[in-house]
């Protein structure tokens, strides 16, 4: 497609229960990232993708959270034993990347909204 | 550590009316990059604008304007004229290469603007 695709747009868990939330970027894009949007909150760094590279997963914020990004283009988030307070909006976002100084900008998706009842 | 702060939770403005929405940000690095990003109802950010550390000429984009001072760490955000379309919430953000990666991006927590007839 011509931007980024997130799917599912929204879903309903119950606490425990295992979610899966898919990126899929824009065609050529090398760098792949993932943002979480809490109610009354900026935009939370997750983790970051760029190429063949380790992925930076400094922003994840516990062993329950964890990403994979399959043949350099769609991404999953995997949330397990969800708790309610990872209720939010995941957002994907994709660039052009560079090794070097960051010039470009970031496309996003239109986010999951994830709520853990 | 990078921060980003928009003081202003929300805007309330009647049509026509000039508006700046204000950033301050702060960081150790000597080269980095500031944005604002546009994000409507539907939830998907938009970029707006990127400024390097280097170029602190002010920009003028049709009813946009931006105002880059490194002297007070703020870049301001100034719509003349304002529309019920730019009714939003608008983003501040910072990258540095000190991240990690000039590529993470560091968001504020947003400027809701509503814009009213």
New interface residues.
């Given amino acids: 497609g011509a931007g980024v695709s997130q799917s599912p747009s929204n879903k309903v868990t119950e606490k425990g229960k295992d979610v899966e939330l898919r990126c899929d970027p824009i065609s050529g894009h090398t760098a792949l990232y993932w943002y979480r949007q809490s109610l009354g909150q900026g935009l939370e760094f997750l983790i970051y993708f760029q190429g063949n590279s380790a992925p930076d997963k400094s922003g994840l914020p516990s062993d329950r959270f964890s990403a994979e990004r399959t043949g350099g283009s769609v991404s999953t988030l995997t949330i397990q034993r969800t708790q309610q307070e990872d209720s939010a909006v995941y957002l994907c976002a994709s660039s052009l990347g560079s090794s070097g100084h960051f010039t470009g900008e970031l496309f996003f998706g239109e986010g999951s909204r994830l709520t853990v009842l | 550590a990078q921060k980003?702060t928009?003081a202003q939770t929300e805007i309330s403005v009647v049509e026509k009316e000039d508006v700046t929405l204000d950033c301050v940000y702060e960081t150790r690095d000597t080269?980095y990059?500031l944005?604002w990003?546009k994000q409507p109802p539907?939830?998907?950010?938009?970029?707006l604008i990127?400024r390097n550390s280097f170029d602190e000429q002010n920009e003028i984009s049709g009813r946009y304007s931006w105002n880059f001072q490194k002297s007070t760490s703020s870049f301001n955000f100034t719509i003349t004229a304002s529309q019920v379309v730019d009714s939003a919430v608008y983003?501040c953000?910072l990258?540095a290469?000190s991240t990690?990666?000039?590529?993470?991006?560091?968001?504020?927590?947003?400027t809701r603007l509503q814009v009213t007839l």
């Fill in positions: 980003v928009q080269t990059y944005f990003y539907s939830g998907e950010l938009v970029f990127r983003f953000a990258s290469a990690g990666t000039a590529s993470k991006l560091t968001f504020g927590t947003g």
